[in-house]
């Protein structure tokens, strides 16, 4: 296995010259484009991690999964469905445009900007600050690190250039998705998506939805059915507009995010967490992408 990924991040790294760092996001320009590094932890505790895996990264929109998991723990299905829908996008992660033409005004999905931050309005805390802590320390859980940090400057830099994230949120506040102060929920959003991590952390996240809830010290974190909604829903939305085709070249449930990470379910089986920070047109890591489709078709990972 180690061999097999060592060669297929060689293979990969070629892929990176095509896509480009985010860059709307100032600070995360400074990443090295050519990184490329990959953790997977099995169902049986085998952890193999080779190339850029050590490399510390934002979570950027892979939090949204675990913002996800909080409100599904946190409300009844139905009270979550009257404020998101659960349809996929051909539009980018950051559009507007259904927020007004969609008579119900409601985001598409959790997985896109809108739909994480109607989300973060239905984790439970009496103030921001409390829905912070409630998602941090579930993050915590979740990745097996007690030690997840903020990055201010990436926290800084995506709060001082955050209007189309403010345009989304002051867009579902005049139409009652959200009734809490904007700036305060987007807070919320800026400092999780900040939250550094490395490929291992995404893995571990991966791992538990895998296990069906199950942490690897074998204490129970979410249940089945909780786990079963989350990677439907990264199946049909994780990667954005982007989420058919990786459906059909990887064929597992994903999440990826600007900083560079896709977090992947192999169900029953194994977490992946892969970094590369040169991202596609559609803010998917293109290193990762081609690393996952090859990796799915050596070890005929697909669900399909
Ligand atoms: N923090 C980023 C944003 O709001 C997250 C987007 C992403 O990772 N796709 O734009």
């Not at 080779?50 to 723990?73: H, R």
């Not at 047109?281 to 290193?287: L, R, T």
Request: hydrophobic share 35%; aromatic share 8%.
């Amino acid at each position: 296995m180690r061999e097999l990924l060592h060669s297929l991040i060689e293979k990969n790294k070629y892929w990176t010259q095509y896509g480009n760092v985010a860059t709307y996001i100032p600070e995360l320009s400074n990443s090295n484009p050519d990184a490329l590094g990959i953790c997977t932890m099995d169902i049986d505790g085998k952890i193999y991690c080779e190339g850029d895996y050590n490399t510390k990264f934002t979570i950027q929109s892979i939090s949204k999964v675990a913002s996800f998991m909080c409100a599904l723990k946190d409300n009844d299905i139905n009270k979550l469905y009257s404020k998101i829908s659960c349809a996929p996008t051909s539009d980018g992660f950051n559009s507007i445009v259904n927020l007004e033409t969609k008579n119900s005004h409601k985001p598409l999905n959790p997985m896109i900007n809108s739909g994480a931050i109607a989300t973060i309005s239905m984790v439970y805390g009496l103030t921001a600050n409390d829905k912070f802590n409630r998602i941090h320390e579930f993050i915590k859980e979740v990745t097996g690190n007690n030690n997840l940090k903020i990055n201010y400057n990436v926290y800084q830099s995506e709060k001082n250039t955050g209007d189309r994230n403010r345009a989304l949120a002051y867009f579902m506040k005049s139409t009652g998705i959200i009734n809490e102060d904007v700036e305060d929920i987007l807070d919320v959003y800026f400092k999780l998506c900040s939250l550094e991590v490395t490929c291992k952390d995404i893995a571990h996240m991966s791992l538990v939805l895998a296990s069906d809830g199950i942490l690897p010290n074998k204490k129970r974190l979410l249940s089945k059915h909780i786990c079963k909604t989350v990677k439907a829903i990264m199946t049909t939305c994780g990667m954005y507009d982007g989420s058919g085709d990786f459906a059909v070249s990887v064929g597992i449930p994903a999440k990826s995010g600007v900083g560079g990470g896709i977090a992947a379910v192999v169900p029953k089986k194994m977490g992946i967490g892969v970094f590369g920070p040169a991202l596609d047109k559609k803010g998917n890591s293109i290193g990762g992408i081609k690393l996952l489709e090859d990796l799915s078709e050596r070890l005929d990972l697909s669900i399909f």
